[in-house]
Protein backbone atom coordinates (compact mmCIF):
# COMPACT_ATOMS: atom_id res chain seq x y z
CA UNK A 1 0.00 0.00 0.00
CA UNK A 2 1.37 3.46 -0.86
CA UNK A 3 2.11 5.81 1.75
CA UNK A 4 2.26 9.34 0.82
CA UNK A 5 4.09 12.29 3.17
CA UNK A 6 1.42 14.78 2.05
CA UNK A 7 1.26 18.48 2.61
CA UNK A 8 0.11 17.35 6.24
CA UNK A 9 3.81 16.35 6.87
CA UNK A 10 2.56 13.44 8.22
CA UNK A 11 2.80 9.72 5.78
CA UNK A 12 -0.75 9.79 5.42
CA UNK A 13 -2.09 6.56 3.37
CA UNK A 14 -3.04 7.33 -0.55
CA UNK A 15 -6.42 5.82 0.30
CA UNK A 16 -7.24 8.29 3.56
CA UNK A 17 -5.95 11.63 1.30
CA UNK A 18 -8.42 10.47 -0.94
CA UNK A 19 -10.99 10.22 1.37
CA UNK A 20 -10.09 13.68 2.41
CA UNK A 21 -10.05 15.14 -1.12
CA UNK A 22 -13.63 13.13 -1.59
CA UNK A 23 -15.28 15.34 1.70
CA UNK A 24 -12.92 18.41 0.69
CA UNK A 25 -10.73 18.15 3.59
CA UNK A 26 -7.51 19.72 3.52
CA UNK A 27 -4.61 17.41 4.76
CA UNK A 28 -2.50 20.61 6.07
CA UNK A 29 -4.66 20.30 9.15
CA UNK A 30 -3.11 17.02 10.68
CA UNK A 31 -0.01 19.19 10.56
CA UNK A 32 -1.66 20.96 13.44
CA UNK A 33 -0.74 17.99 15.74
CA UNK A 34 1.66 18.98 17.67
CA UNK A 35 0.28 22.52 18.25
CA UNK A 36 -3.44 21.53 19.00
CA UNK A 37 -3.47 21.54 22.97
CA UNK A 38 -4.23 18.59 25.43
CA UNK A 39 -6.56 19.37 27.69
CA UNK A 40 -7.79 17.72 31.39
CA UNK A 41 -10.79 18.44 33.20
CA UNK A 42 -10.73 19.12 37.41
CA UNK A 43 -13.40 16.91 38.77
CA UNK A 44 -15.47 19.26 40.41
CA UNK A 45 -14.51 20.41 44.06
CA UNK A 46 -11.01 19.41 43.91
CA UNK A 47 -10.16 23.49 42.88
CA UNK A 48 -8.88 24.01 46.44
CA UNK A 49 -6.17 20.88 45.11
CA UNK A 50 -5.24 22.96 42.04
CA UNK A 51 -1.95 23.76 43.72
CA UNK A 52 -1.52 20.39 45.03
CA UNK A 53 -2.00 18.93 41.58
CA UNK A 54 0.43 21.51 39.93
CA UNK A 55 3.24 20.76 42.08
CA UNK A 56 3.01 16.90 41.62
CA UNK A 57 3.00 17.53 38.06
CA UNK A 58 5.42 20.03 38.14
CA UNK A 59 4.13 22.92 35.88
CA UNK A 60 1.22 25.54 35.92
CA UNK A 61 -2.23 24.30 34.60
CA UNK A 62 -4.13 27.32 32.36
CA UNK A 63 -7.60 27.34 33.05
CA UNK A 64 -9.67 27.49 29.90
CA UNK A 65 -11.83 30.70 29.97
CA UNK A 66 -14.57 29.64 27.71
CA UNK A 67 -15.29 26.23 29.67
CA UNK A 68 -15.44 25.65 33.02
CA UNK A 69 -12.95 23.30 34.95
CA UNK A 70 -11.24 22.35 31.86
CA UNK A 71 -7.02 23.47 31.92
CA UNK A 72 -4.50 23.40 29.04
CA UNK A 73 -1.99 20.65 29.53
CA UNK A 74 1.55 21.15 28.57
CA UNK A 75 2.36 18.72 25.51
CA UNK A 76 5.72 17.23 27.89
CA UNK A 77 3.30 16.53 30.92
CA UNK A 78 1.97 12.78 31.16
CA UNK A 79 -0.65 12.79 33.34
CA UNK A 80 -1.34 9.02 33.82
CA UNK A 81 1.46 8.03 36.89
CA UNK A 82 -0.22 11.59 38.72
CA UNK A 83 -1.50 10.62 41.92
CA UNK A 84 -4.30 13.35 40.76
CA UNK A 85 -5.31 10.96 38.03
CA UNK A 86 -5.08 7.91 39.91
CA UNK A 87 -7.17 9.11 42.48
CA UNK A 88 -9.53 9.90 39.69
CA UNK A 89 -9.11 13.90 40.33
CA UNK A 90 -8.21 14.67 36.78
CA UNK A 91 -9.24 13.20 33.72
CA UNK A 92 -7.93 13.57 29.64
CA UNK A 93 -10.87 15.11 27.83
CA UNK A 94 -10.62 17.26 24.44
CA UNK A 95 -12.52 20.46 24.75
CA UNK A 96 -14.44 19.93 22.34
CA UNK A 97 -16.14 17.05 23.77
CA UNK A 98 -16.83 19.05 27.24
CA UNK A 99 -18.37 21.53 24.86
CA UNK A 100 -20.46 18.66 23.22
CA UNK A 101 -21.81 17.78 26.95
CA UNK A 102 -22.18 21.45 27.87
CA UNK A 103 -24.21 22.03 24.96
CA UNK A 104 -26.62 19.34 26.44
CA UNK A 105 -27.36 22.26 29.09
CA UNK A 106 -27.37 19.36 32.19
CA UNK A 107 -29.83 20.65 35.13
CA UNK A 108 -29.88 18.64 38.18
CA UNK A 109 -32.14 15.75 38.60
CA UNK A 110 -32.01 15.39 34.35
CA UNK A 111 -32.79 11.24 33.41
CA UNK A 112 -29.85 11.52 30.46
CA UNK A 113 -29.33 8.95 27.49
CA UNK A 114 -26.02 8.43 26.97
CA UNK A 115 -26.37 6.42 23.41
CA UNK A 116 -22.86 5.84 22.10
CA UNK A 117 -21.51 5.92 25.47
CA UNK A 118 -17.65 4.08 25.42
CA UNK A 119 -15.11 4.90 26.46
CA UNK A 120 -17.04 7.06 28.61
CA UNK A 121 -15.27 10.64 29.05
CA UNK A 122 -18.33 12.43 27.99
CA UNK A 123 -20.22 9.70 30.32
CA UNK A 124 -18.29 11.04 33.62
CA UNK A 125 -18.21 14.66 32.94
CA UNK A 126 -22.31 14.25 32.44
CA UNK A 127 -22.66 12.26 35.92
CA UNK A 128 -20.49 14.67 37.62
CA UNK A 129 -22.70 17.77 36.08
CA UNK A 130 -25.85 15.76 37.11
CA UNK A 131 -23.59 16.25 40.84
CA UNK A 132 -25.31 13.25 42.40
CA UNK A 133 -29.11 13.57 41.30
CA UNK A 134 -31.17 12.63 38.35
CA UNK A 135 -29.70 9.43 36.34
CA UNK A 136 -27.78 8.73 33.61
CA UNK A 137 -27.69 5.45 31.02
CA UNK A 138 -25.31 4.68 28.95
CA UNK A 139 -25.45 2.79 26.34
CA UNK A 140 -22.96 1.11 23.85
CA UNK A 141 -22.60 -2.03 21.13
CA UNK A 142 -19.22 -2.80 22.11
CA UNK A 143 -18.78 -4.34 25.06
CA UNK A 144 -15.41 -4.42 25.65
CA UNK A 145 -15.40 -0.71 25.72
CA UNK A 146 -18.49 -0.39 27.79
CA UNK A 147 -16.46 -2.14 30.21
CA UNK A 148 -14.16 0.36 30.08
CA UNK A 149 -16.26 2.79 30.88
CA UNK A 150 -17.58 0.64 33.97
CA UNK A 151 -14.05 0.87 35.15
CA UNK A 152 -13.57 4.50 34.13
CA UNK A 153 -16.98 5.26 36.33
CA UNK A 154 -15.74 3.27 39.40
CA UNK A 155 -11.85 4.98 39.31
CA UNK A 156 -13.77 8.43 39.29
CA UNK A 157 -16.59 7.58 42.12
CA UNK A 158 -18.85 8.69 39.19
CA UNK A 159 -21.11 5.11 39.18
CA UNK A 160 -23.72 5.75 41.61
CA UNK A 161 -26.52 7.12 39.48
CA UNK A 162 -25.03 5.11 36.46
CA UNK A 163 -26.46 1.96 34.97
CA UNK A 164 -24.58 0.50 31.88
CA UNK A 165 -26.17 -1.78 29.17
CA UNK A 166 -24.50 -3.18 25.75
CA UNK A 167 -27.29 -2.88 23.11
CA UNK A 168 -27.49 -1.48 19.91
CA UNK A 169 -28.56 2.30 19.94
CA UNK A 170 -30.41 1.85 16.76
CA UNK A 171 -33.03 -0.27 18.31
CA UNK A 172 -32.35 0.59 22.15
CA UNK A 173 -35.83 1.43 23.88
CA UNK A 174 -35.46 1.13 27.46
CA UNK A 175 -36.89 4.59 29.32
CA UNK A 176 -35.62 6.08 32.52
CA UNK A 177 -36.80 4.25 35.46
CA UNK A 178 -39.35 6.58 36.70
CA UNK A 179 -40.76 5.64 33.92
CA UNK A 180 -41.99 2.73 35.40
CA UNK A 181 -42.94 3.71 38.94
CA UNK A 182 -46.63 2.35 38.31
CA UNK A 183 -46.06 -0.31 36.84
CA UNK A 184 -44.48 -3.35 39.57
CA UNK A 185 -44.41 -6.69 38.46
CA UNK A 186 -46.88 -8.70 38.83
CA UNK A 187 -47.08 -12.15 40.41
CA UNK A 188 -47.76 -14.05 36.88
CA UNK A 189 -44.15 -13.16 35.98
CA UNK A 190 -42.09 -16.08 35.43
CA UNK A 191 -39.25 -16.59 38.35
CA UNK A 192 -36.63 -15.01 36.01
CA UNK A 193 -38.16 -11.82 35.59
CA UNK A 194 -39.38 -11.24 38.88
CA UNK A 195 -35.72 -11.47 40.52
CA UNK A 196 -35.35 -8.78 41.92
CA UNK A 197 -31.85 -6.54 41.78
CA UNK A 198 -29.69 -5.89 44.61
CA UNK A 199 -26.98 -4.20 44.95
CA UNK A 200 -24.42 -4.30 41.77
CA UNK A 201 -20.92 -6.18 43.05
CA UNK A 202 -18.22 -6.68 40.33
CA UNK A 203 -18.17 -10.49 41.43
CA UNK A 204 -20.86 -12.65 41.41
CA UNK A 205 -21.57 -15.80 43.09
CA UNK A 206 -20.59 -18.67 40.96
CA UNK A 207 -24.62 -19.68 40.74
CA UNK A 208 -25.71 -16.26 40.37
CA UNK A 209 -22.86 -15.61 37.16
CA UNK A 210 -24.42 -19.38 35.86
CA UNK A 211 -27.82 -18.07 35.93
CA UNK A 212 -27.03 -14.85 34.49
CA UNK A 213 -24.77 -16.70 31.33
CA UNK A 214 -28.20 -18.57 30.97
CA UNK A 215 -30.30 -15.81 31.33
CA UNK A 216 -27.98 -13.58 28.76
CA UNK A 217 -28.14 -16.25 25.84
CA UNK A 218 -32.21 -16.01 26.19
CA UNK A 219 -31.39 -12.30 26.09
CA UNK A 220 -29.48 -11.91 23.29
CA UNK A 221 -31.45 -14.26 21.26
CA UNK A 222 -34.84 -12.18 21.92
CA UNK A 223 -32.38 -8.68 21.24
CA UNK A 224 -32.62 -7.58 24.85
CA UNK A 225 -30.20 -5.19 26.37
CA UNK A 226 -26.94 -6.66 28.69
CA UNK A 227 -26.89 -4.82 31.73
CA UNK A 228 -23.27 -4.25 32.81
CA UNK A 229 -23.04 -2.26 35.44
CA UNK A 230 -26.05 -0.16 38.08
CA UNK A 231 -25.22 1.97 40.64
CA UNK A 232 -26.84 2.31 44.25
CA UNK A 233 -28.97 5.48 42.78
CA UNK A 234 -29.35 4.25 39.17
CA UNK A 235 -33.18 2.89 40.07
CA UNK A 236 -32.46 -0.46 39.27
CA UNK A 237 -31.74 -1.70 42.79
CA UNK A 238 -35.24 -2.71 44.32
CA UNK A 239 -36.46 -3.51 41.18
CA UNK A 240 -37.30 -6.70 39.27
CA UNK A 241 -36.42 -7.46 35.93
CA UNK A 242 -39.53 -7.52 34.41
CA UNK A 243 -39.82 -3.57 35.86
CA UNK A 244 -36.31 -2.63 34.27
CA UNK A 245 -36.61 -4.57 30.78
CA UNK A 246 -40.08 -2.95 30.22
CA UNK A 247 -41.07 -1.16 26.72
CA UNK A 248 -43.12 1.35 27.32
CA UNK A 249 -45.31 2.87 23.92
CA UNK A 250 -44.62 5.96 22.36
CA UNK A 251 -47.24 8.15 24.32
CA UNK A 252 -45.38 7.24 27.66
CA UNK A 253 -42.28 7.99 25.91
CA UNK A 254 -43.21 11.47 24.83
CA UNK A 255 -43.88 11.96 28.91
CA UNK A 256 -41.37 10.18 30.79
CA UNK A 257 -38.69 9.90 27.98
CA UNK A 258 -35.22 11.33 28.87
CA UNK A 259 -34.68 14.73 29.95
CA UNK A 260 -31.76 14.45 27.59
CA UNK A 261 -30.15 12.68 25.22
CA UNK A 262 -26.42 12.38 23.54
CA UNK A 263 -25.36 10.90 20.68
CA UNK A 264 -22.22 11.10 19.85
CA UNK A 265 -22.45 8.86 17.16
CA UNK A 266 -19.39 6.07 15.48
CA UNK A 267 -17.56 8.30 12.59
CA UNK A 268 -14.67 8.18 10.86
CA UNK A 269 -12.63 10.04 13.44
CA UNK A 270 -11.06 12.27 11.27
CA UNK A 271 -11.65 15.36 12.89
CA UNK A 272 -9.62 13.97 16.02
CA UNK A 273 -6.06 15.00 15.07
CA UNK A 274 -4.64 13.26 18.31
CA UNK A 275 -6.45 9.97 17.11
CA UNK A 276 -5.30 10.03 12.99
CA UNK A 277 -1.47 11.05 14.35
CA UNK A 278 -1.85 8.28 17.00
CA UNK A 279 -1.25 5.90 13.42
CA UNK A 280 2.34 7.07 13.93
CA UNK A 281 2.78 4.06 16.40
CA UNK A 282 -0.09 1.85 15.48
CA UNK A 283 1.55 1.88 11.75
CA UNK A 284 0.35 4.17 9.24
CA UNK A 285 -0.97 0.70 6.75
CA UNK A 286 -3.39 0.59 9.60
CA UNK A 287 -5.23 3.38 9.06
CA UNK A 288 -7.90 2.10 6.06
CA UNK A 289 -8.64 -1.16 7.59
CA UNK A 290 -9.33 0.81 10.98
CA UNK A 291 -10.85 4.16 9.82
CA UNK A 292 -12.09 3.51 6.33
CA UNK A 293 -13.07 -0.10 6.00
CA UNK A 294 -15.46 0.11 3.34
CA UNK A 295 -18.23 -1.89 4.49
CA UNK A 296 -18.08 0.14 7.78
CA UNK A 297 -18.53 3.96 5.85
CA UNK A 298 -20.57 2.60 3.41
CA UNK A 299 -22.99 2.27 5.97
CA UNK A 300 -21.81 4.87 8.54
CA UNK A 301 -23.99 7.39 7.56
CA UNK A 302 -26.84 5.26 7.70
CA UNK A 303 -25.87 4.21 11.38
CA UNK A 304 -25.90 7.80 12.39
CA UNK A 305 -28.99 8.65 11.01
CA UNK A 306 -30.51 5.37 12.76
CA UNK A 307 -29.20 6.67 16.16
CA UNK A 308 -30.54 10.22 15.68
CA UNK A 309 -33.92 9.11 14.83
CA UNK A 310 -33.67 6.30 17.89
CA UNK A 311 -32.06 8.58 20.32
CA UNK A 312 -35.02 11.40 19.05
CA UNK A 313 -37.71 9.07 19.72
CA UNK A 314 -36.41 8.07 23.52
CA UNK A 315 -36.78 11.58 24.17
CA UNK A 316 -39.59 13.49 26.15
CA UNK A 317 -41.72 16.03 24.36
CA UNK A 318 -39.35 19.28 25.44
CA UNK A 319 -36.34 17.75 26.36
CA UNK A 320 -32.72 18.24 24.14
CA UNK A 321 -30.84 16.23 22.31
CA UNK A 322 -27.16 16.82 21.11
CA UNK A 323 -26.24 14.84 18.24
CA UNK A 324 -21.92 15.28 17.51
CA UNK A 325 -19.17 13.61 15.54
CA UNK A 326 -15.35 14.16 15.53
CA UNK A 327 -15.89 13.78 12.09
CA UNK A 328 -15.22 17.14 9.76
CA UNK A 329 -17.17 15.56 6.53
CA UNK A 330 -20.35 16.95 5.72
CA UNK A 331 -21.83 13.38 4.77
CA UNK A 332 -21.86 12.55 8.11
CA UNK A 333 -22.71 15.81 9.92
CA UNK A 334 -25.10 18.22 8.20
CA UNK A 335 -26.52 15.99 5.72
CA UNK A 336 -27.09 13.53 8.13
CA UNK A 337 -29.09 16.26 10.15
CA UNK A 338 -30.79 17.54 6.72
CA UNK A 339 -32.40 14.44 6.16
CA UNK A 340 -33.02 13.68 9.84
CA UNK A 341 -35.19 17.19 9.80
CA UNK A 342 -37.03 16.10 6.94
CA UNK A 343 -38.30 13.45 8.32
CA UNK A 344 -39.53 14.47 11.84
CA UNK A 345 -41.36 17.33 11.58
CA UNK A 346 -41.51 17.24 15.87
CA UNK A 347 -37.80 18.29 15.43
CA UNK A 348 -36.82 21.78 16.07
CA UNK A 349 -32.83 22.06 15.96
CA UNK A 350 -32.08 24.86 18.37
CA UNK A 351 -29.65 27.84 19.64
CA UNK A 352 -26.46 26.25 21.53
CA UNK A 353 -26.76 28.99 24.43
CA UNK A 354 -23.35 27.88 25.88
CA UNK A 355 -21.76 28.68 22.90
CA UNK A 356 -21.12 32.31 23.38
CA UNK A 357 -17.57 32.01 23.80
CA UNK A 358 -16.53 28.94 21.92
CA UNK A 359 -13.62 29.05 19.37
CA UNK A 360 -16.22 27.45 17.04
CA UNK A 361 -17.53 28.41 13.78
CA UNK A 362 -21.00 27.71 12.51
CA UNK A 363 -21.59 24.60 10.35
CA UNK A 364 -23.28 24.26 7.25
CA UNK A 365 -26.56 24.81 8.93
CA UNK A 366 -28.05 27.31 10.55
CA UNK A 367 -27.53 26.88 14.95
CA UNK A 368 -25.18 23.66 14.45
CA UNK A 369 -21.66 24.32 15.06
CA UNK A 370 -18.01 23.20 14.07
CA UNK A 371 -14.99 22.95 15.85
CA UNK A 372 -11.77 23.13 13.71
CA UNK A 373 -8.54 21.84 14.78
CA UNK A 374 -6.96 25.15 12.54
CA UNK A 375 -8.69 27.87 14.19
CA UNK A 376 -10.43 26.53 17.35
CA UNK A 377 -7.39 24.77 19.43
CA UNK A 378 -9.62 21.77 19.52
CA UNK A 379 -10.04 18.46 18.07
CA UNK A 380 -12.85 18.82 15.24
CA UNK A 381 -16.39 18.34 16.31
CA UNK A 382 -19.45 18.80 14.84
CA UNK A 383 -22.51 19.86 17.34
CA UNK A 384 -25.87 20.35 16.61
CA UNK A 385 -28.85 20.23 19.57
CA UNK A 386 -32.31 19.47 19.10
CA UNK A 387 -35.74 19.65 21.06
CA UNK A 388 -38.76 17.50 20.70
CA UNK A 389 -42.40 19.37 19.73
CA UNK A 390 -45.67 18.26 20.75
CA UNK A 391 -46.21 15.85 18.16
C1 LIG B 1 -17.29 8.37 19.04
S1 LIG B 1 -17.40 6.95 20.01
C2 LIG B 1 -18.21 7.54 21.45
C3 LIG B 1 -17.29 8.26 22.40
C4 LIG B 1 -17.89 8.49 23.76
N1 LIG B 1 -19.13 9.25 23.68
C5 LIG B 1 -16.94 9.18 24.70
O1 LIG B 1 -17.07 10.37 24.96
O2 LIG B 1 -16.02 8.52 25.19
C6 LIG B 1 -18.67 6.04 19.23
C7 LIG B 1 -19.12 4.81 19.96
O3 LIG B 1 -20.27 4.31 19.29
C8 LIG B 1 -20.32 2.93 19.49
N2 LIG B 1 -21.28 2.35 18.54
C9 LIG B 1 -21.12 1.98 17.25
N3 LIG B 1 -22.26 1.48 16.75
C10 LIG B 1 -23.19 1.55 17.74
C11 LIG B 1 -24.54 1.16 17.84
N4 LIG B 1 -25.21 0.63 16.81
N5 LIG B 1 -25.16 1.34 19.03
C12 LIG B 1 -24.51 1.88 20.10
N6 LIG B 1 -23.22 2.24 20.05
C13 LIG B 1 -22.56 2.09 18.89
C14 LIG B 1 -18.89 2.49 19.32
O4 LIG B 1 -18.68 1.23 19.92
C15 LIG B 1 -18.15 3.64 19.99
O5 LIG B 1 -17.83 3.30 21.31
Known amino acids: MEV ?70 PPDVRIASTKAYQEGKIYGIDASSGAAVLALDISPGDHVLDLCAAPGAKLCMILDLLGGSGSVTGVDVARHRLAASRTMLQKYALGDQCRLLVADGTTFSLTPLRAQSNSKSCNSMVEENSKIYNEWTPRRPWKERKRIAKASKTISQIEEPELIFYGRQSGVVGLSKYDVYRK ?35 GWTTLPRRVLDAER ?6 LQLKLLINGFRLLKVGGSLVYSTCSLTVAQNEDVVERFLLEHTSAKLLEIDAAKNWPCRQARIPKALRFDPLTSSTSGLFVAKFTKLNA
Open 248 to 282: VNDHEISQFGYDKVLVDAECTHDGSIKHIQKFEQW
Open 4 to 73: VAGASELPLPESFLEFLNQNGLDPSIYAASQSTPRYIRLKPGCKPELAEIETEMKCKLEEVCWLPDFYYL
Open 297 to 302: TDDLTV
